[in-house]
């Protein structure tokens, strides 16, 4: 049984640039998370999502970030327009659907430089 | 709103030693905590979680962790250190209403355990 997937790993993209980051849960997982790590800090939560349909997304930034998870196929995170503050490690976790009393499981991130 | 300090931006030990990662959370009601490990260029593991039932919880590589509810602690151990548990490690909470695996992270802990 594969983790979660991401990629790619890492990423490099120019100011001004779109970058698309791609998650593919656990199988039987069906909650994705997106989390940024930024330099020296923690973990913050941006985004849960199910099949579908965006739940919470309270720690997304309001301009130029979104994110699907699609009926078929990853998740995407899209970060339009790159700016050198968006350079981070971004996380994905997921979770089965009864959600009580698991962990989240995390993927090994995408790390995003934007020169 | 809940949050997680986690007071020690480095902990060394010596091989051997017994070892302590603290963490302190606030959050209204029964929290749900959790310890994640990450090494240099990866992504989290889960290590424990403590949800309900009895306050010492034991996890993976011979880690535990003690609830402490009256002083909102939920502290990482382990008896004897190895050099390869050398790694970041981060505590998270998750508030019990929540419904799904919206987590809040300290800031990481560097331990550093020498030979």
């Known amino acids: 049984n594969a983790g979660v997937m991401q990629n790619p790993r890492h990423l490099v993209r120019r100011r001004g640039q779109e970058a698309r980051l791609r998650c593919s849960p656990m199988?039987?997982?069906?909650?994705v998370y997106w989390y940024r790590q930024l330099p020296e800090e923690g973990l913050k939560f941006m985004v849960y999502?199910?099949?579908?349909?965006?739940?919470?997304e309270s720690g997304m930034p309001k301009e130029r970030f979104s994110a699907e998870f699609p009926k078929e196929g990853p998740s995407i995170l899209r970060i339009q327009q790159v700016v050198r503050g968006d350079s981070a490690a971004y996380f994905c976790a997921s979770s089965p659907p009864s959600e009580s009393n698991t962990e989240a499981f995390f993927g090994q991130g995408t790390r995003l430089t934007v020169v | 709103a809940q949050s997680v300090a986690q007071p020690e931006d480095q902990v060394n030990v010596a091989e051997g030693n017994p070892l302590t990662v603290k963490c302190t959370y606030s959050v209204s009601g029964n929290p749900y905590l959790f310890w994640y490990v990450q090494y240099p260029n990866r992504g989290l593991q889960f290590l424990l979680k403590y949800i309900t039932g009895d306050n010492l919880v034991k996890g993976s590589y011979g880690f535990e962790a003690e609830f402490n509810k009256s002083q909102t602690s939920f502290h990482l151990k382990k008896p004897s250190a190895l050099v390869s548990d050398s790694a970041l490690y981060f505590c998270a909470v998750r508030a019990p209403r929540t419904g799904f695996q919206k987590l809040v992270f300290g800031t990481g802990t560097r331990l550093l355990v020498s030979p």
């Open positions: 199988k039987g997982h069906s909650h």
């Open positions: 999502l199910q099949k579908e349909n965006i739940i919470d």
